[in-house]
């Protein structure tokens, strides 16, 4: 089986973070690993994160930033320390396992059987036979920002923010975390903008044929969670920024679109630009070792 590390953002998650449950997946699938990032938590959340780390180090790692730094910046670094250790696939997975950790080998399984795929993204679709709990308000906002994003992407993406995500382990994947994201909480959007921007700009495939939106069978609102609806205006107000850096007429984010020109993305056409930079690695605290958008 095809060998994943999915990266587990964590901020304050003492109370939330379920360590039996990880255990209990882990020693039934080992070709999945976990690299925890604990995001200058203020609660016990370390400590459970070195007594996780202490049951297995190979299959629970983690990276501990002393300062809060956001769960954009979080992710990126935690998926660029992933990449450094040449897994086939690297993804991110929401620390209060909102998605169940089992629906990690369907995503590992899309990703077998479609070479071509570069991302398989969790869809909280409310289908027949799904159990989807999820909050009425919740899901009204959900709705209307992901028409709105879609919209701005131009192409119909069900579910931009779910945060159950696996990728192809590969340069493109690298480009897409290798500069920092610009929007705090909805970098999701942000991450479908940059190849967006390189694809209009350089020409190839599109969201369409990179992208496959994976109906969750499972999926539930978690108390705590650090969203308000608030929230949902500044969501909004990230999305113009997304829409003014990457994807207004005329331009494009000339960093981000090189590296990703660089990386080989859209590997129909040959195209120019720099090669990709080794992202630095943070310092990880252990020893060596279904529906198509």
Known sequence: MSRAIVVVPCYNEA????????????????????LFLNDGSTDGTLGVLERLHAVDPTRFRFVHLSRNSGKAEAVRRGMLAAMEESPDYVGFWDADLATPLDEIPHFCRVLDEHPTLGMVIGSRLRLLGHRIDRRPLRQWLGRLFANVAGIMLGVGIYDTQCGAKLFRAN??????????FRARWIFDVEMFARLVAASRQFGGLGLEHLVYEYPLDHWRDVAGSKLRPHDFVWSLVELARIYWTYLRPGFASPAVTARLAGAGHLPQTTLPGPKLASPAKPGVQTPPRRRAA
């Open 15 to 34: 109370n939330r973070l379920d360590a039996v449950r990880f255990q209990e997946f882990s020693a039934s699938h080992p070709a999945i690993e976990f």
């Open 171 to 180: 340069e493109t994947c690298a480009a897409l975390f290798a500069e920092p």
